[in-house]
């Protein structure tokens, strides 16, 4: 099998079962962290037209670091607690923000963001870190896409 562009959105089924097919790719061959979650990365982010960020904020002690990403610069830590994605590491669970704005601590990267999703990563049943993804389009993200991006990210995990 070799890379193709994932079309969205077509039927969510469908969708996330040829996004798996993708990322996998890239990462079912691979040991080095930083490599997978790039591509993992760039695979995530053509398959959204509509984001204008994915990447992975890692847990580095008590708080969270930027790992490989697609999109604008963008901030290298944030706190527990802190932002959606520091949020969704103290809730456990994954967080769909339909407008940043409305989301009372909210960590803006770049201004043409509206809407974000982010998902939880857990390893052995550890926190790992987060899939963070910004759209530019309000309320982009369902939750279909929060069920078929949490089948997601556990391929990234060495
Ligand atoms: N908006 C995130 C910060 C990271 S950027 O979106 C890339 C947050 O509030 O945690």
């Known amino acids: 099998m070799s890379y193709i562009d994932v079309e969205y959105p ?38 959204f037209p509509e984001s204008n960020w994915v990447g992975f904020y890692l847990k580095d002690g008590v708080e969270l670091k930027l790992g490989p990403f697609q999109g604008r610069p963008a901030v290298t830590r944030i706190g527990y607690g802190l932002g959606v994605c520091g949020s969704a590491w103290k809730r456990g669970e994954s967080i769909v923000v339909e407008e940043v704005e409305c989301f ?5 990267c770049d201004c043409n963001t509206h809407s974000e999703i982010v998902i939880p990563i857990y390893k052995d049943g550890e926190f790992f870190g987060v899939l963070d993804m910004d759209s530019v389009v309000p309320a982009y ?8 991006l949490e089948g997601c990210v556990g391929l990234v995990l060495r």
């Open 104 to 108: 009372e601590g909210h960590i803006a």
């Open 10 to 47: 077509a039927d969510k089924r469908e969708f996330y079962k040829l996004l798996k097919e993708q990322i996998s790719l890239y990462t079912a061959s691979e040991s080095d962290l930083t490599a997978v979650l790039a591509n993992a990365s760039s695979v995530i982010k053509q398959a």
């Open 141 to 148: 993200f369902s939750e279909e896409d929060k069920i078929g």
